[in-house]
């Protein structure tokens, strides 16, 4: 027994000795030989690409009196029914920039403490300030305004609803049927244009009144007739809308994407709504900046990327909006992930120099060395 205790203990003794190098491995300094690696984490840039569109509702009404339009005006073919027409008015190519989930890296030995970085993470500038941008948020919105509130006839009758009272009624007010309304609806449009033609024609062989004062009368002859005439022919109202739809290519050209989709009858839609007919986006990349770019990034420098921070050199590429085979819009710009990544020297991150990119594109905007006076310091 007294053995068995003996050889348990010098078991222990043996595993807590193998055991303490281990412990003493994971208490070593930062910066010392097998300590975890830190660094700064950074991204580089890739371009979206954003439509503004402008567009257009109109709310047809039918007229109450629709049926009577060829019998009494001699109106043919009003329209018997209610219906909205939407129109693409105008479209805004913008672009915008945000973090590329594949060019995520880490700055890592002493110019990782002089990366500066924008508030969504992407590279901005080395042993620099960077001022804070703007934050812009774009809503995409596919609520409708209720146009039916809008389109409403008005009580416009200069007549009675109501028949006169006599002995064949018993003396009671009888209201009047749509036969009846319809037709004294449509003599005074006929007693409008008339007034009119007299007025304008001066018929009546009078002094007509100051120019001012006879513009005004004969607007108003012609609004109120324009009033009773869509009591039979109908009326509209319009409303303007503002839409935006973001589309991020790849690194490669983009064509017969899906980036929303239009109907006359519903409007601008997303483009997972199948009611509505495709509107394409087109991104041609520009292959002869990139293979020229291509061939200039590498570096023979063997410790080349070594601090872990490189930029973009951007892309460029031809834009064009489709629907089917008519171009809606175009435009030609800086794409950041159609171009190439490079590493930044070594030679330019010891502190001694400051460098800014561009947010947009990551793109260098400029190099300075920090020593060397200016022209206006000499």
């Known amino acids: 027994m007294k053995l068995s205790i003996f050889t348990l203990a010098l078991s222990l003794f043996a595993v807590s000795i193998l055991a303490a190098p281990k412990d003493d491995k994971k208490k070593e300094a930062p910066g010392t030989a097998g300590a975890p690696l830190e660094g700064v984490v950074y991204a580089l840039p890739q371009t979206g690409i954003r439509i503004q569109i402008n567009a257009t509702r109109e709310r ?12 009494m005006l001699g109106i043919d073919n009003a329209p018997s029914a209610d219906a909205d027409r939407w129109n693409l008015d105008d479209m805004k190519i913008e672009v915008f920039s945000e973090p590329d989930p594949e060019q995520v890296h880490k700055a890592i030995g002493p110019a990782a403490q002089l990366v500066s970085m924008t508030e969504s993470g992407i590279l901005a500038g080395i042993n620099a300030e960077v001022k804070p941008g703007k934050t812009e948020i774009q809503t995409q919105t596919f609520l409708t305004k209720n146009l039916e509130d809008q389109v409403k006839f008005d009580d416009l009758s200069i007549w009675s609803f109501y028949s006169p009272a006599d002995s064949t009624k018993n003396f009671k007010m009888v209201s009047k049927n749509i036969d009846q309304k319809a037709a004294e609806a449509a003599e005074t449009i006929f007693n409008l244009r008339n007034s009119r033609f007299a007025l304008l024609t001066n018929a009546d062989d009078e002094p007509l009144p100051d120019g001012k ?98 930029y973009r050199m951007p892309g460029m590429a031809e834009i064009r909006v489709l629907d089917g085979s008519t171009q809606l819009a175009g435009a030609r710009t800086a794409i950041a992930q159609f171009g190439s990544i490079a590493p ?34 000499k």
Request: net charge neutral; hydrophobic share 35%.
């Open 213 to 310: 004062s006879f513009e005004v009368m004969t607007s108003e002859l012609g609004k109120m007739e324009a009033n009773y005439l869509s009591l039979f022919i109908g009326k509209s109202s319009k409303q303007s809308y503002t839409f935006s739809f973001d589309f991020v290519p790849g690194a490669k050209t983009a064509k017969g994407e899906v980036f929303f989709r239009f109907s006359e009858d519903r409007g601008v839609l997303p483009k997972s709504d199948l009611s509505g007919r495709p509107i394409l986006i087109e991104v041609n990349k520009s292959e002869n900046l990139a293979t020229k770019q291509s061939g200039l990034s590498t570096s023979e420098n063997p410790n080349a990327g070594k601090s872990g921070l490189f």
């Open 60 to 71: 047809f009404v039918h007229g109450p009196f629709q049926i009577y339009a060829q019998k």
């Open 344 to 377: 930044i020297p070594e030679n330019l991150l010891d502190g001694s120099y400051r460098l800014e990119f561009y947010p947009s594109t990551g793109a260098v905007k400029s190099i300075t060395e920090m020593n060397k006076p200016t022209e206006t310091q």
